[in-house]
């Protein structure tokens, strides 16, 4: 079965630092993998997903993701953090059965301090 | 840009009574998920459909939450009675399901406070 898990519920970093945030996949066939982000009072919004194209992955808002098979990873990163970045992480799995289900991990909240 | 759009966007109601938080999915989407967030439990699957037909409800407490697709353009989640725990964020997500490399499309929630 396929699971998600985000290391860290919560990352502060400065305005202009660099942002990371981890991602660990477990699934027994090759996976889909999505990063979504959620502003305060919004719904989930599309970040950018991995479908087994290219392994580095560029996504809105200057963030981009990394697959990397061996580590079972998928971590998010942006060179350079806004104030308008702060707001929650979600990684999500593809149950790849054919249903759209996602698997989403337990979310990680980014402060981005001035 | 198209959108899941939902109604009501808050909603405080007392015990006991019915609350009915509607849905409407992207046009040409045939997958509709309802998920229920909490700051305890984090994002939680409660139903899907797939083409208006319920693909699977495990996540609902059965006694007193139902689903529906009365059509295409309309998903419902209904709660009664109502009860405290019920407090949460409502999501609706839909998605061209079939293919498992499309991302969901969320709406905005309902903010559901049960007093």
């Known amino acids: 079965a396929q699971s998600v898990t985000q290391l860290g519920s919560h990352v502060s970093v400065s305005e202009g630092a660099l942002v990371l945030l981890r991602c660990n996949y477990s699934s027994s066939v090759p996976p889909y993998l999505f990063w979504y982000v959620q502003y305060p009072n919004q719904g989930l919004q599309l970040l950018l997903k991995?479908?087994?194209?290219?392994?580095l992955v560029k996504g809105i808002n200057g963030f981009e993701a990394e697959f990397k098979k061996s580590e079972t990873s998928f971590h998010l990163t942006k060179p350079s953090a806004h104030m308008s970045d702060a707001a929650e992480y979600f990684c999500a799995v593809s149950d790849r059965s054919n249903t759209g289900k996602l698997i989403f991990g337990q979310g990680t909240t980014l402060q981005v301090k001035p | 840009d198209a959108r899941v759009t939902q109604t009501p966007r808050d909603k405080v109601t007392e015990m006991g009574q019915e609350v009915t938080m509607r849905c409407q999915p992207i046009?040409?989407?045939?997958?509709v998920f309802w998920y229920r967030q909490t700051m305890m439990q984090g994002l939680e699957l409660l139903a899907y459909f797939r083409n208006r037909a319920p693909l699977d409800d495990s996540g609902m407490p059965k006694d007193r939450f139902s689903a529906e697709m009365p059509d295409a353009t309309l998903a419902t989640l209904k709660i009664q009675p109502s009860e405290p725990r019920d407090s949460a964020v409502y999501f609706c997500a839909s998605g061209l399901g079939g293919d498992s490399n499309q991302p969901q499309h969320f709406g905005d929630g309902t903010r559901l406070s049960i007093l």
């Open positions: 046009l040409g989407h045939n997958t």
């Open positions: 991995y479908t087994s194209a290219a392994t």
